[in-house]
């Protein structure tokens, strides 16, 4: 018996059900995972919502988790029974087991355990992506993170101060900008009160910012251009206010010939290589401590509705683990 958290409808965090599933054996090219932990990511709310699809109902949601390989399909190479595996990006991770075709899997390295690979793959190749091909940053450049307590924004702040960047990041309360200045945050903004743009003047000398790696979209989009140096770089990349609205580009050209990108992991993962390269330059950066993954939250997969209720409430920082 297979148990997964379903939704029949797209809503609030109510639609997420607990019920058993028929998982059957892999086809070819596939494995069949034991699944031990998921992890929960801002996506997997528009993904219950209705903001993103996710084909026909009922779905299993969820976009990451790490577990073992039960069963092997013809045609895989390089994975074979009891393999530790993990997996960014792939609708259906909210089960005990699944079916997932083995070239979205990645080995985990023993010095990591299932619990922080479920937590960091889908945040950590995110903020890899941002800070390596985004926005290469370099030693000195001045960078904006917003969430920067969050998932991606503990990542993100920590990997850009080793990078030698001086990061600041907009955080929602006194108790993540603590949080945040541990995690390698040089400034911090409290952007429910403060005004980013005049704030981030200040602490650049009245330059701005190389780039802002915004994930909040409509609320911060036109502050996100308001803080760029000329030639700046703004990644719009999440939606947790709404996505944004449309705009003209001509804006850019007053605002400094700035540029605007909207990344999805999708792209930066979408044939092995680029996933492996972004595997094990993330990899690498946990296991030498440059990284640290902060689990701050841990629910049972069954409880998943009120894991969703505090990622929108703005109650969670870090990454938030879904133990099965
Ligand atoms: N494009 C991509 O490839 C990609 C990949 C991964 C994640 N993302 C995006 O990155 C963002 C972060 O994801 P995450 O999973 O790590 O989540 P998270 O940052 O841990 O949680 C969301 C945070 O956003 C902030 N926020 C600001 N306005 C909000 C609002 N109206 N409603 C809810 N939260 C609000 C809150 O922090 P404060 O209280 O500090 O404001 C909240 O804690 C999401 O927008 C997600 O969609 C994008």
Same mark, same amino acid.
């Given at each position: ?44 709310? *528009?993904?219950?919502?209705?903001? +993103? /699809? =996710? ?9 990451? &988790?790490? #577990?073992? %390989? ?58 890899? *992506?941002?800070?390596?091909?985004? +926005? /290469? =940053? ?9 969430? &920067?307590? #969050?998932? %991606? ?172």
């Amino acid at each position: 018996m297979t148990k997964a958290i379903r939704i029949h409808e797209t809503g609030g965090p109510e639609v997420l059900s607990w019920e058993e599933i028929e998982v059957g054996d892999p086809g070819q090219g596939q494995v069949r995972l034991r699944q031990s932990a998921c992890g929960l990511n801002y996506i997997d709310v *528009y993904g219950r919502s209705g903001m +993103y /699809p =996710v084909g026909d109902l009922p779905a299993v949601i969820g976009m990451e &988790a790490s #577990g073992v %390989v039960e069963a092997v399909g013809g045609g895989v190479d390089g994975l074979v029974t009891g393999d530790r595996v993990a997996y960014p990006m792939t609708l259906g991770s909210y089960a005990e087991a699944r079916l997932i075709d083995a070239d979205k899997v990645i080995k985990i390295p023993h010095a990591i355990s299932d619990e922080t690979a479920a937590a960091m793959m889908l945040k950590g190749l995110t903020a890899h *992506y941002l800070l390596f091909r985004t +926005y /290469p =940053v370099k030693a000195g450049d001045s960078i904006l993170v917003y969430a &920067a307590a #969050g998932g %991606v924004g503990l990542i993100l702040c920590q990997w850009a101060n080793q990078l030698g960047a001086n990061v600041i990041g907009c955080v929602g309360s006194e108790e993540k900008a603590q949080l945040a200045r541990d995690h390698g945050c040089h400034h911090t903004i409290l952007y429910r009160d403060e005004d980013i743009p005049s704030r981030v003047r200040e602490i650049t000398a009245g330059v701005g910012v190389a780039a802002a790696y915004d994930s909040i979209g409509k609320a911060t989009f036109e502050k996100s251009l308001d803080s760029l140096r000329p030639f700046g770089v703004l990644a719009t990349y999440g939606n947790a206010s709404g996505p944004v609205d449309p705009f003209s580009p001509q804006i850019l050209a007053g605002k400094g010939s700035l540029y605007v990108t909207r990344p999805t992991l999708a792209t930066h993962i979408s044939t092995r290589e680029l996933l492996e390269e972004g595997a094990q330059r993330l990899f690498s950066a946990v296991e030498s401590g440059q990284v640290r993954i902060s689990i701050n939250q841990t629910l049972p997969l069954a409880d998943c509705a009120e894991a969703h209720r505090q990622l929108e409430a703005r109650e969670t920082t870090g990454s938030t683990v879904l133990k099965i």
